[in-house]
């Protein structure tokens, strides 16, 4: 296509360009569809468009409260009077079809709707929870899953989802922990950019191309203490440096909408805050999309003390720059008279209402507003074998060996009695994980069915539950001992039901419930081999018979295929090459607890010397280290090398490594490139993740594998907001983790360099 009027585009949808992306163009006429279209609409029809509300036509019962237009009659009557733009949270091509139809045939503009949706880890086919996939440290793999998920959810009728979050999640206790990348800046982006490119495919326009709404802008991930809704009290240079670059990956990527978080920034909640929601995010950051409240996040501005009452809420939602109003009806309901009134300048309105005309535009809807509601589609699609074996890989890549001493592979031709014991041994509520609504109900693989399907003799699993997640049951642990007695191995399926993670799942500690700890350590007692199969949605802390367990994976919630990707991990079938997103912390208490912490003035030398930054009840590093992941093969690095002693300003470093697989299996290792600016302007991390690189190895094979290091990778956020980088000594790591690894250094040089 081309355009003759880009003045009026680079002003909506150019923002891309700022990150070397090509701009999104239209036809002429198309740009004068877009004008004749808002020429022509009443106020109420804007508000309309900026309206989004609960799909009535095809209801699932996502986990929202309810509020707002709740039955199909009403819900019609509001599309005909055009005060509705955006269905969400509702799939079924037919009932989509109906709603679209009043629309676009019985509405006096005929604007379609814009159906969206929750598809956070899978639609039917459920793929391990984001935070399990990150443990692939792979973005090629959260691409792969995210397209699988795209046909899926536009097969059934969506053409937008609420995700990839795009949040840096610091505190264990916070429940949405499992919708992100976990701890860190650099993964996040790349798994958040991934998966945006995944959902919308090449071309938007496409029927199976889903919009992505990167969210929660911004810093939602840093809410105090954890507590879900909670305030954000935070520096502009922390906000800039460790939060807003997933978005801006996202952005990058081709993001059209994101989303505003809950949550209150240095006292201003999101949803109405203009310097984030304009200044930065569409001044700086150069976001041409539009803006989503959360869910009635507008309305909670009342709460919040910040509006008087729900007019007050609308005027400071749209002036921030919220284009779109999710379920509260605020807009439709206040808009118009605040416009009459000249609270809220027409112009204001015009602007958001030409921001969502414009990606439905670009997504092909005014064209086609049939697009994604074909019924043939909708039965070859959805849960296809291909997706599943998809769904199986992912879910044996994010499983992460934390400990094994030597019980692991287990071997089924030897005919070993197994004793699987634990609540979630034949549990199927819980192998999806949170945010999965649209699953069906009992078609997840089990881990007893799993380990049944892989063992040549099936009769010699024993299972025993023990106790139930949250409490005991009688003569439970008694039989759960028998059972480990007469085994040769324990599995022991233990940790969080998907009810302990996600939307306010806020936990003041995070480990074992006391029941399930109890059967660890009477399992434990009985002397047998133990290899524990944590399920869980963040990271723990682990005690006693769990953490002194021969051998301990992260299992996490791993989706359709959970069952059969244990199984695949604990037989050898499959080697684990999964590293942690998130650090495992000694106890609870140690948490907000990350990787790329502060020395301060008296860094912990060992815990024994007193006055030191350090808790005197508990070792202070981490029990499992951000990076740390193990294999059933031994990877060892060596012949670290530089390309040059130093760096120049504008040259690039390459950082070289030898990579050997010493072991007798194959095998995959991710290798992590760490730096620490030694002396700057503004103290600096203990360690950076900078890079990584997935190699796949041979018993016996080496590679050597080379990062480019560029001034940009040695840049931080200094006074003023501005990014800098500080001539000076780095240090530089290449590791199997955070911690230890092959240690180098390098000099940047100044920008200048003096004349002899």
Request: proline content about 5%.
């Amino acid at each position: 296509m081309t355009i003759h009027r880009r003045a009026v585009l680079s002003g909506i949808l150019g923002g891309a360009a700022a990150f070397g992306l090509p701009r999104i163009t239209f036809a002429a006429s198309e740009v004068q569809r877009v004008d004749d279209l808002i020429a022509r609409m009443t106020i109420e029809e804007k508000a309309g468009q900026m309206t989004c509300l609960a799909d009535a036509f095809r209801p699932f019962n996502p986990p929202n409260p309810q509020a707002g237009i709740q039955d199909e009659k009403r819900l019609s009557e509001e599309i005909r009077k055009g005060r509705v733009g955006c269905l969400f949270n509702g799939i079924g091509v037919a009932g989509a079809r109906r709603a679209q139809e009043l629309a676009v045939r019985e509405s006096r503009l005929g604007i379609p709707l814009l159906f969206a949706g929750d598809v956070i880890h899978g639609l039917k086919t459920i793929f391990p929870v984001p935070l399990a996939e990150a443990s692939s440290f792979d973005p090629e793999l959260a691409r792969s899953t995210a397209r699988a998920m795209a046909v899926e959810a536009t097969a059934a009728g969506l053409h937008l989802t609420f995700a990839p979050m795009a949040d840096v999640a610091r505190d264990q206790r916070w429940g949405r922990v499992v919708e992100g990348s976990g701890e860190d800046v650099t993964l996040t982006a790349l798994l958040s950019a991934a998966r945006v490119r995944g959902f919308q495919g090449r071309d938007l326009r496409r029927s199976d191309s889903l919009l992505a709404c990167p969210k929660h802008f911004a810093a939602y991930g840093a809410v105090a203490g954890g507590l879900e809704y909670g305030s954000v009290d935070i520096s502009d240079e922390t906000l800039r440096e460790t939060h807003l670059p997933p978005f801006a990956a996202s952005f990058a990527a081709g993001a059209l909408t994101t989303m505003a978080a809950f949550s209150e920034i240095n006292g201003v909640p999101a949803t109405a805050d203009r310097a984030l929601l304009t200044d930065t995010l569409r001044g700086e950051m150069e976001f041409r999309g539009f803006v989503f409240s959360d869910y009635t996040a507008d309305e909670e501005l009342i709460a919040h003390g910040y509006a008087e009452d729900e007019r007050d809420a609308a005027r400071l939602a749209v002036l921030a720059g919220v284009d779109m109003s999710m379920q509260s009806g605020l807009y439709i309901r206040y808009l118009p008279e605040l416009v009459k009134s000249g609270a809220v300048p027409l112009g204001t309105v015009d602007v958001a209402v030409r921001r969502i005309l414009y990606v439905k535009l670009a997504m092909g809807l005014f064209d086609n507003p049939w697009r994604s509601l074909d019924e043939e589609t909708e039965r070859t699609r959805i849960a296809t074998p291909a997706h599943r074996a998809l769904a199986r890989e992912a879910a044996g890549r994010s499983i992460v060996l934390l400990k094994n001493s030597g019980v692991l592979p287990v071997d089924p031709s030897q005919g070993q009695k197994i004793a699987l014991i634990g609540p979630f041994g034949e549990d199927r509520e819980n192998v999806y994980g949170p945010w999965a609504f649209y699953g069906d109900p009992g078609k997840g693989v089990d881990l007893a069915s799993g380990l049944r399907a892989a063992l040549p003799d099936a009769t010699k699993l024993a299972v025993e539950p023990g106790c139930d997640i949250d409490g005991p049951i009688d003569g439970g642990i008694a039989r759960a001992v028998e059972a480990a007695k007469s085994s040769d191995i324990v599995l022991l399926a233990i940790g969080e039901s998907q009810t302990m993670s996600g939307e306010a799942q806020s936990r003041t500690t995070i480990e074992i419930p006391a029941a399930q700890q109890a059967l660890a350590d009477a399992v434990a007692a009985t002397g047998k081999p133990v290899v524990v199969l944590l399920r869980h949605g963040r990271a723990l802390a682990l005690h006693g018979g769990v953490a002194d367990a021969q051998a301990i994976l992260a299992t996490w919630f791993l989706g359709s295929e959970s069952g059969h990707a244990v199984a695949d991990v604990l037989f050898g079938k499959v080697n684990p090459s999964g590293k942690l997103p998130v650090s495992f912390p000694w106890e609870s208490g140690q948490e907000p607890f990350f990787y790329d912490r502060k020395s301060t003035g008296r860094p912990v030398i060992d815990n024994r010397t007193e006055y030191r930054a350090r808790y005197t009840t508990t070792d202070n590093s981490a029990r499992f280290p951000f990076g740390h992941g193990l294999s059933y093969t031994e990877f060892v690095l060596d012949n670290l090398k530089l390309s040059d002693s130093v760096m120049r300003w504008d040259e690039t470093v390459d950082v070289s490594v030898r990579i050997t697989n010493k072991g007798s299996r194959g095998g995959s290792e991710v290798a992590q490139l760490y730096i620490r600016d030694r002396v700057a302007s503004r103290t600096r991390p203990i360690r950076e993740f900078k890079a990584m690189q997935r190699v796949t190895l041979s018993p016996g094979e080496s590679k050597t594998i080379r990062f480019p290091l560029a001034r940009k990778d040695l840049e931080f956020i200094g006074q003023g907001s501005k990014r800098i980088a500080e001539p000076g000594m780095f240090d530089i790591w290449v590791g199997q983790s955070s911690s230890g690894g092959l240690h180098t250094q390098i000099e940047l040089y100044a920008a200048a360099l003096p004349q002899n």
